[in-house]
C-alpha cells in the first residue's frame, strides 16, 4: 500500500491520494476482486485501528514483518479504492489474535444499514450506505507455524466456526472462505482441509489454497514444468472438498479459492527493522518467471470448474507485477502474461486435448511442451499457448471439435532473449508483448509457429 498504491506525498496521487500512474497500470489488468489486507499481516490486524480520523489512528507493531503500521490506509479507503478500479471488495478478518466477535463486528462495520454501533461507526466516518462486502476470509494461512495464532486443525475449525456463525449472522448474504492448506509441503496437507471442511459444513464457502514456486536451481525445464504441480495441487484439494461432501451427504460443497498465487524465491527480505512502509521481498522478474506466471492461469482456467477465486500475491512492489521508486514505475515481465489473458477471459472454458511431444521435468514431472488453455466466447475462441522448449520453435495446429475457425482477430506474443531477461527502470522494454503476426487460417484450423521459450494469447473468429 504505501509507497505504492497509496501515497498522497507523489505527484503522482489523486485528490484521495492514491498513485494515478500505479491506478492506470493496474487498470490494464482487468482485476474483478481485490484480497485486503492479506497474507500474513491480517493475523495481528485489528481492523478498529484502521478506521475514523487519520490524525487519530494509532500506529502499531506489525509482528508479521517487524514494521510500524501507521493505519493510514484502512477499512474506508480501501473501499474508497474498489469502488475507483470496479474491484469486488474481498476482506479477510483476523483469526490469528483477533475473535470471532471483532470479525462479526467488522461485517456490521461494513454491511449492516445505520442504527446498530459499527454500522454507526461508518455512517459517522462517512459512508451512510453500507458496503455490501461479499466475500470474506477466515484468517490466513492458520495451519503455517511462522502464523500468529497459529493452531492445530481442530482449534482453528472450532474458531472458524464461531466466527462463520457470527459474521452470517450478521449478514446472511455473505460468503466465507476457510483457510486450507498454504503449502504442499507441511505434514497437514489435506489432513487440515478435512478437519476443517469437516467441522464448518455448509458454512464454509470456499476453502484456500496457496502456491509459490521459483527456480533456485536453474533448471529452466523443470521451472516451466511447474504447471503439472500446480495442476496437481487443484485437483488433490478438489478431492477432499468432495470427499467432505460425500462424507457429510450435504448438497453443498466448498469450491476453490486459490487467494495467494505467484513467483517467489529470489528475495527473502522479510524484516522491516521497525520502520513504516519498508520494500520488502521485491522479485526482479524475468522471461521465465513471466511464462510460469502464465502456467498458473492456465491451469486455474483448466480448473474453471472448481477454482472460482484466484488472488495474485501482490499487485505493487511486494512480489508484483508493478515497482514504484520514487515517482517512477515500471512494468514488470509478469505482468504481461496477466494483461494478455484477462481481456480474453469472458466465455466458457474449454477443455482441451494436446498431442505432442513432452519430457519429465526433475521434481514437477511430465508435461507437453505446449502448455495450453481456450475459452469459447461470444463468436470467438481465445487460445493461450506456452513453448516450453529452451531452443525449438513449435509448430501449433488448433482446431475447434465442433466449429471451423475463419479468421484471426488479434494475437500477442511475449518471448525475449534468455530465460533470465529482465525490465529494470534503466532498461523497461526487454520483455514484453507485442503483436503476433504469424498466424494462418487452413481448412477450418489455425496454424502458427510459436519461439521458444514464448507465451502466445490469440482470439480467433469462428464460423
Not at 483469526?95 to 463486528?105: V, Y
Not at 484468517?139 to 466456526?161: F, K
Not at 455448509?202 to 533448471?219: E, F, I, K, Q, T
Not at 515481465?333 to 511431444?357: A, W
Amino acid at each position: 500500500m504505501y509507497e505504492g498504491v497509496f501515497e498522497p506525498g507523489s505527484s503522482h496521487a489523486d485528490a484521495d491520494g492514491y498513485r494515478s500512474d500505479v491506478l492506470e497500470a493496474l487498470r490494464h489488468l482487468n482485476m474483478t476482486a481485490m484480497r485486503y489486507p492479506g497474507g500474513n499481516f491480517v493475523s495481528g490486524y485489528h481492523w478498529q485501528d484502521g478506521v475514523g480520523p487519520r490524525e487519530k489512528r494509532p500506529t502499531v507493531l506489525d509482528l508479521a514483518w517487524h514494521s510500524k503500521e501507521t493505519n493510514q490506509f484502512g477499512t474506508d479507503e480501501y473501499i474508497r479504492l474498489c469502488r475507483k478500479m470496479g474491484w469486488l471488495p474481498m476482506l479477510a478478518v483476523n483469526l490469528g489474535t483477533g475473535t470471532p466477535e471483532e470479525a462479526s463486528n467488522w461485517v456490521e462495520y461494513c454491511n449492516r444499514p445505520a442504527g446498530t454501533l459499527y454500522a454507526d461507526m461508518r455512517a459517522s466516518n462517512g459512508s451512510e450506505q453500507p458496503y455490501a462486502v461479499k466475500l470474506w476470509c477466515l484468517g490466513n494461512e492458520m495451519d503455517g507455524p511462522w502464523q500468529l495464532g497459529h493452531v492445530p486443525a481442530d482449534q482453528y475449525a472450532i474458531r472458524a466456526q464461531q466466527a462463520a456463525k457470527m459474521m452470517k449472522d450478521a449478514d446472511p448474504s455473505i460468503e466465507l472462505v476457510a483457510c486450507g492448506s498454504c503449502t504442499i509441503d507441511l505434514e497437514s496437507y489435506m489432513e487440515w482441509d478435512r478437519r476443517v471442511l469437516e467441522h464448518m459444513g455448509d458454512l464454509a464457502d470456499y476453502v484456500s489454497l496457496h502456491r509459490y514456486v521459483g527456480d533456485p536451481n536453474n533448471d529452466t525445464p523443470d521451472y516451466l514444468a511447474a504447471s503439472a504441480s500446480i495442476d496437481r495441487q487443484i485437483e488433490e484439494m478438489d478431492a477432499a472438498c468432495r470427499f467432505v461432501q460425500a462424507k457429510r451427504r450435504s448438497n453443498k460443497r466448498a469450491y476453490l479459492c486459490f487467494d495467494e498465487w505467484n513467483v517467489w524465491y529470489k528475495n527473502h527480505e522479510t524484516d522491516g527493522a521497525g520502520e513504516a512502509g519498508q520494500h520488502l521481498i521485491e522479485e526482479a522478474y524475468d522471461l521465465e518467471d513471466a511464462l510460469v506466471v502464465a502456467g498458473f492461469l492456465q491451469s486455474f482456467l483448466r480448473h474453471a470448474d472448481v477454482v472460482k477465486i484466484a488472488n495474485l500475491a501482490q499487485i505493487v512492489n511486494v512480489i508484483a507485477p508493478i515497482l514504484t521508486r520514487g515517482d517512477e514505475l515500471l512494468i514488470q515481465s509478469i505482468y504481461y502474461p496477466f494483461e494478455m489473458m484477462s481481456k480474453r477471459r469472458k466465455g466458457d472454458s474449454l477443455r482441451v486435448v494436446v498431442d505432442g511431444p513432452s519430457y519429465e521435468g526433475a521434481t514437477n514431472g511430465s508435461v507437453h511442451y505446449i502448455d495450453t488453455s481456450a475459452i469459447l466466447g461470444e463468436g470467438a475462441l481465445h487460445v493461450f499457448l506456452t513453448n516450453r522448449s529452451m531452443d525449438e520453435a513449435s509448430e501449433v495446429c488448433i482446431g475447434v471439435a465442433d466449429s471451423a475457425i475463419v479468421s484471426s482477430e488479434s494475437a500477442e506474443l511475449l518471448t525475449g532473449p534468455s530465460p533470465r531477461a529482465t525490465n529494470s527502470f534503466e532498461d523497461s522494454d526487454v520483455i514484453k508483448a507485442i503483436p503476433f503476426e504469424d498466424v494462418s487460417i487452413q481448412h477450418g484450423q489455425a496454424r502458427c509457429e510459436l519461439p521458444p521459450l514464448s507465451f502466445v494469447a490469440m482470439t480467433l473468429k469462428l464460423g
